[in-house]
């Protein structure tokens, strides 16, 4: 029996027995991984600062960002609204009678989870993913990134310990250090596996998906694959504010080293003199910016090609003085002319880094052309003045064609995690564009509706019986109430 075969079997084991503890048990133990997290201290921050290259405040940042999700999570379990209970009563006298029906969301099965290498922490090994997988009942498995493997170790050992301070069954988690691609496939069609989550490039991505679909029984994968964030740039703004707007977008072309899924990659705008000084103002800053090392080897090899790539293109002028270097992640901004992009599907693609593409329109239709052009992404912006907006009110529902999360006068970098957020879109941003993965609905992904038709009271789960003892909010005949069943 491989490793493999023996973890999958082990998490469809430990399903049985996980999937059934109580809101309140799986919440406690969400808490204690973050409670074990926070108490590594030091010991975590600079295993994943020498490991990525990230300084230690972001490493910081990002691990509040995590205690926070499984906090979240814990949160969402006591409450337990997550379960969308829906209560319809019996009708006999209806013609043909109308049986009891009542519906919840219940736990997939065993989910593996691929840690990601531009989030250590929080799109990792104790991650959103892993995370939401928890909360939902799910067993998981890690698969963890090869570039920064004593990272996720030491974090797994945190989630090993709650699991034993918990009473957690034994195999709930497990750590997969393998780094050699037949491991991640053969976790995927392993038939005890029931979902996938993902996050990196469309090429990892995709492969897991056509994995998943390839098995007997396909399964869904959610992956989240990145992004060019488009911007459109009006005029009205630009005029207004060039040189702020260009400070700003400076800082996030360039926050982390441009190494996150929502790097504006790029600006959409219709020529004029307040796009060039804007794109002046970009440049300027950009060559300002001090040049960083990027989170591993493998990033920035790839970061040299794809930008040196770009650059090579026909009609692509480079407006910093920065230009790609074989071991740094200089800033670049370069510009192009709509007609030149749009004959060119090579340049719409995500050159992952501190790198933006300005591409210049001769009139609005061709700017709406370019936009819609720029296919499925995480996020989406426009720049506009009150008037802007109010003159090109079909711009706001473009916009909700192409993204998950659509911004007005802000930068795309930087997710909150909360209820409301969006972290997914439509393909190739993600896989499924009716889930996020962050924020608590993320949960949704691990979870399945079931029916249960005329079933005696004291047999049903104790979300769904008549009397609501959990107080948790309700649908009970069309009505949203957090009140017993009334028969």
């Known amino acids: 029996m491989t490793n493999i075969t023996k973890a999958t079997q082990n998490a469809a084991f430990a399903f049985e027995t996980y999937s059934k503890l109580t809101a309140t048990k799986r919440a406690e133990f969400l808490e204690t991984i973050a409670n074990n997290i926070e108490a590594l201290g030091d010991e975590l921050l600079n295993a994943a ?96 990134h090869p570039a920064h493997l004593q990272t996720s170790t030491i974090v797994a050992e945190a989630i090993q310990q709650a699991i034993k301070s918990n009473a957690i069954p034994e195999h709930t988690f497990q750590h997969i250090t393998e780094t050699d691609f037949s491991a991640g496939k053969a976790l995927v069609q392993d038939e005890n596996i029931t979902a996938v989550g993902f996050t990196g490039s469309r090429t990892g991505g995709r492969a897991l998906y056509d994995y998943a679909s390839a098995r007997k029984n396909p399964i869904p994968v959610f992956a989240e694959m990145g992004s060019v964030n488009p911007v459109v740039l009006l005029e009205g703004a630009l005029t207004a504010n060039a040189e702020t707007i260009a400070k700003n977008y400076a800082g996030s072309i360039t926050l982390g080293m441009g190494q996150f ?161 969006v972290h997914g879109g439509p393909y190739p941003a993600s896989t499924d564009s009716r889930f996020t993965a962050v924020g608590v609905k993320a949960v949704k992904r691990w979870l399945r509706p079931i029916s249960f038709q005329n079933w005696p009271d004291q047999l049903l789960p104790s979300y769904l019986q008549n009397k609501n003892e959990l107080g948790i909010w309700r649908t009970i005949n069309g009505e949203f109430t957090k009140s017993d069943v009334s028969l």
């Open 49 to 144: 600062n020498k490991e990525t290259n990230l300084p230690l405040p972001r490493l910081t940042g990002e691990r509040g960002r995590t205690c926070f999700q499984l906090r979240m999570f814990a949160n969402m379990l006591r409450k337990g609204d997550y379960v969308d209970a829906t209560i319809d009563t019996a009708v006999p006298d209806k013609t043909p009678p109308k049986p009891d029906i009542r519906q919840m969301l219940y736990p997939l099965g065993p989910v593996v989870v691929f840690g990601a290498s531009n989030f250590p922490f929080a799109y990792s090994t104790a991650g959103g993913d892993t995370a939401s997988a928890l909360a939902a009942g799910c067993p998981v498995i890690v698969k963890a």
């Open 261 to 421: 899924c929502t790097n504006p990659g790029i600006l959409i705008g219709v020529k004029s003199d307040a796009l060039n000084l804007f794109a002046n103002h970009l440049a300027n800053e950009l060559n300002n910016v001090a040049v960083a090392p990027m989170l591993h080897e493998g990033i920035q090899s790839a970061y040299f090609k794809n930008s040196t790539h770009a650059l090579s293109q026909t009609g692509i002028t480079c407006l910093t003085k920065n230009t790609p270097a074989a071991n740094a992640a200089s800033p670049v901004l370069t510009s192009v002319d709509a007609s030149v992009f749009l004959a060119n599907p090579d340049l719409a693609e995500e050159v992952f880094g501190p790198y933006s593409i300005l591409v210049q329109c001769d009139n609005d239709a061709q700017l709406v052309e370019v936009w819609k052009s720029i296919k499925g992404q995480i996020s989406t912006t426009i720049m506009g003045t009150d008037n802007d907006l109010a003159n090109n009110k079909n711009l706001l529902e473009i916009a909700t064609s192409i993204a998950g999360r659509v911004l007005l006068n802000g930068v795309p970098t930087g997710v909150e995690v909360c209820d409301s957020m």
